[in-house]
């Protein structure tokens, strides 16, 4: 419907009523991003934040589903290299030029900036810099300069995907713990070699010593007897 209960309209806006009661609209509900964690982020509001920088043109903001968000800049080629060329930074090309490590620097400390105004589910955790202009003939903004999220996200897919490939070597190795665990469960590897082979997965699955120590824990129970009620049970440890 149209309008809510209340009699609202419904716009598909997002919106901020300030202290004075007035209404400013700051991003559209379609574009919401979320989190794997369930946490809702509103692009727009970020990517301005980093446009105050004289030295971004563009910027949007990528991790819908992913753990954390992710960051496409473009720098403003038109600042850029002449902030380059003052202090001795020699590029032949802007791709170049967007891969130099002092420049890379430059747009962290930026981005870092940034970070100090976003609650912490919405900081930038990686971003990379785009060295193609983005514009309307070649389809990354519409005739009123906004971003088409789609577009750029086909065209920057493997991109985007470097920014959260080790999401899925963490998956990988969560399988790896189920498995072993599985195995412990119907008797095979032998007690001693199971906790062995269980804690040396865990440790480069990234847990902590006291964590791994709670999955070895959990994997002597099954080994004593105890079994599990269901696949939440299984993975309680």
Do not use: C
């Amino acid at each position: 419907a149209p309008f809510d209960a209340e009699g609202w309209f419904r716009t598909g806006d997002i919106g901020h009523i300030d202290a004075d009661g007035f209404l400013s609209i700051t991003d559209r509900k379609k574009e919401l991003l979320k989190t794997s964690g369930g946490k809702l982020i509103a692009p727009q509001p970020i990517e301005n934040k980093l446009k105050t920088s004289y030295l971004v043109a563009h910027a949007a903001l990528v991790g819908d589903r992913h753990k954390f968000a992710s960051a496409l800049i473009v720098p403003n080629f038109a600042a850029l290299e002449p902030w380059a060329r003052e202090r001795g930074i020699a590029a032949d090309s802007r791709q170049e030029l967007a891969e130099h490590p002092q420049v890379r620097l430059q747009y962290q400390v930026l981005v870092e900036q940034v970070n100090t105004t976003l609650a912490n589910f919405e900081t930038i955790k990686r971003f990379r810099l785009v060295a193609e202009e983005w514009g309307i003939e070649s389809g990354e903004l519409t005739p009123s300069l906004k971003l088409r999220r789609r577009i750029i996200h086909q065209k920057y897919a493997a991109m985007i995907a470097e920014f959260y490939a080790d999401e899925a070597t963490a998956q990988h190795r969560i399988e790896a713990i189920r498995g072993l665990t599985r195995r412990a469960l119907g008797g095979q590897p032998t007690a001693e070699a199971a906790f062995d082979s269980l804690g040396q997965v865990a440790m480069e699955a990234g847990l902590t010593e006291a964590k791994t120590d709670d999955v070895i824990a959990g994997f002597k129970l099954a080994a004593e007897g105890w079994r599990p009620r269901s696949e939440a049970d299984l993975m309680r440890y």
